[in-house]
């Protein structure tokens, strides 16, 4: 369980956006919550293995009390686990422990104030708490890419997005015009991919994947695949992709991204967008 935009199964809080919400939703009563992009959903959810769960959270349980710590105004609460059997977390607007489901056991949450909810400066200091450093050093290394064009999906096989447009792109990572690659500098990195898988069978199961590709013999090959996350299409063939990932690019490999298609007839991405921090090694 990962992701950033709220399935079905997320129908208040921070993962809705506020314009999606009710006036008397608990995650748009804050003033900090009153401001920022409307439209943006402003919260996050990282699987981890059972060690890093309790790794995180004990980060997370750390700067939510304390006060004189800065990152800890970007977010409101936090949910994890310390101990693998009891969910465990901590609301920084009442200064108080706060608890959630089990399903917090395998993956942390993190409500942002929705006035940072596009704020880089809030990315970069979540990113310092996620991988353990006091401080992002200055960490300025912004990737935001999007793509006018859209992408033939191959059935039952991973297709490679593409993407055409550059917000912004520090140290070149992406080659201009039509190109897929994300990332080319060995780096520790935080990315958040978004899309929109259409023209599927009615609740067809699709999957999204980051990877690291590497020439051999004049082509780009998988070097290494990260877990991809299972999606389902709605009744009208189409679903949005929410793809994060926290991750280390290693030397000489290039960061993409990859959907899987489970039908025998072609689909179609769309609105392919990329947001990533970096910091080189």
Do not use: C
């Not at 069978?201 to 994947?209: D, G, P, Q």
């Amino acid at each position: 369980m990962s992701g950033i935009v709220g399935d079905s199964a997320h129908t208040y809080g921070y993962h809705r956006a506020r314009s999606k919400l009710p006036a008397n939703d608990y995650s748009v009563k804050l003033a900090a919550d009153r401001s920022g992009d409307a439209d943006a959903a402003s919260a996050i959810d990282i699987s981890l293995s059972a060690s890093m769960m309790r790794t995180v959270t004990k980060r997370f349980m750390a700067v939510a009390k304390d006060k004189s710590d800065p990152r800890r105004k970007y977010f409101r609460e936090f949910f994890g686990t310390l101990n693998g059997s009891t969910v465990t977390g901590w609301d920084t607007s009442s200064n108080s422990a706060t608890t959630s489901d089990s399903s917090h056991l395998w993956h942390v949450h993190v409500s942002v104030h929705r006035k940072y909810a596009t704020s880089q400066a809030a990315a970069e200091a979540l990113l310092t708490i996620f991988t353990g450093k006091k401080e992002s050093a200055g960490m300025a290394n912004f990737v935001s890419m999007g793509a006018k064009k859209t992408r033939t999906l191959q059935p039952k096989s991973w297709t490679t997005a593409f993407f055409d447009v550059e917000y912004a792109d520090a140290g070149g990572q992406h080659a201009d015009g039509w190109y897929p690659t994300i990332l080319r500098t060995p780096a520790k990195y935080w990315a958040v991919y978004n899309g929109t898988v259409s023209g599927l069978e009615k609740n067809a199961r699709f999957l999204a994947r980051f990877v690291e590709v590497r020439e051999s013999k004049g082509k780009y090959v998988v070097a290494k695949a990260y877990p991809a996350t299972e999606y389902r299409a709605n009744d009208s063939g189409r679903w949005y992709v929410d793809l994060p990932r926290v991750g280390s690019l290693s030397k000489n490999n290039r960061l993409r991204v990859q959907i899987w298609i489970d039908q025998n007839a072609k689909a179609v991405l769309s609105d392919s967008r990329i947001q990533l921090l970096f910091e080189p090694y």
